[in-house]
């Protein structure tokens, strides 16, 4: 693994099922986002973590929950998916806050339906 | 409140320059970020600006201007690969990001 990997890369799932897309770095990076990414609308934080054992709502938090048990990983869940959750997710690090670069994964397109 | 504006789309020419603005309103500053994202793929790093001026990286430079909340990325001698949409971000006052809609950049041959 170099960097930061999402899995999986897309996914077609049935309204009311639940659903954790996965998020994995190797860089050692304290800080990690997920973020949703819909036409015409900037990337919108769901949730982040400033470090391990530690948790953050970001714009968008509802629908959504995270966890982060280790520095490394930063799954993301959808309890009961819903129609409105259908777009793409990327998950990223930092090595500090967000006053330094950011490094995503390749993105989750999840369609819900 | 946060907000930041850029140009939804935009075309130029290969080899020629185009100017890419972005306007931001935040209650503090804490610099500004300028991102690539070619269609399809993830957001990659371009540059972060926190003095006003003009910082120059190759054939791309980002220009700030703290006073008047303004930002441009400048991209000279355009290639077909630069075709791409870039947004524009600021840190908030919860320190975490947030993120203008992106501009499309399209380029002619």
């Known amino acids: 693994i170099a960097g930061i990997t999402q899995a999986p890369t897309s996914q077609i799932l049935a309204a009311g099922r639940r659903m954790t897309l996965r998020c994995t770095q190797d860089m050692r990076h304290n800080a990690m986002y997920w973020y949703r990414q819909d036409l015409g609308l900037g990337l919108r934080l769901i949730h982040y973590?400033?470090?391990?054992?530690?948790?953050g709502k970001g714009e968008v938090p509802d629908g959504y929950s995270v966890s982060r048990a280790n520095t490394d990983d930063f799954p993301l869940t959808l309890a009961s998916a819903v129609p409105s959750q259908t777009s793409v997710y990327f998950c990223?690090?930092?090595?500090?806050?967000?006053?330094?670069?950011?490094?995503f994964g390749q993105g989750t397109r999840l369609t819900v339906v | 409140g946060q907000n930041i504006d850029q140009p939804t789309e935009m075309t130029a020419t290969e080899g020629a320059i185009v100017q890419i603005n972005c306007t931001y309103q935040t209650s503090g500053f804490n610099g500004l970020f300028w991102y690539q994202q070619h269609a399809g793929e993830a957001p990659t790093f371009l540059s972060y600006?926190?003095l006003d001026g003009l910082e120059e990286k190759g054939r791309f430079s980002s220009f700030l201007s703290r006073s008047k909340g303004y930002s441009y990325l400048l991209l000279k001698e355009l290639q077909m690969k630069d075709s791409a949409s870039y947004l524009c971000?600021?840190?908030?006052?919860?320190?975490?990001?947030?993120w203008g809609a992106g501009t499309k950049l399209i380029i002619k041959p």
């Open positions: 971000a600021v840190p908030d006052s919860n320190y975490q990001l947030i």
């Open positions: 990223a690090s930092s090595d500090g806050n967000a006053y330094t670069e950011a490094f």
């Open positions: 973590s400033n470090t391990a054992g530690t948790t």
């Open positions: 600006n926190v």
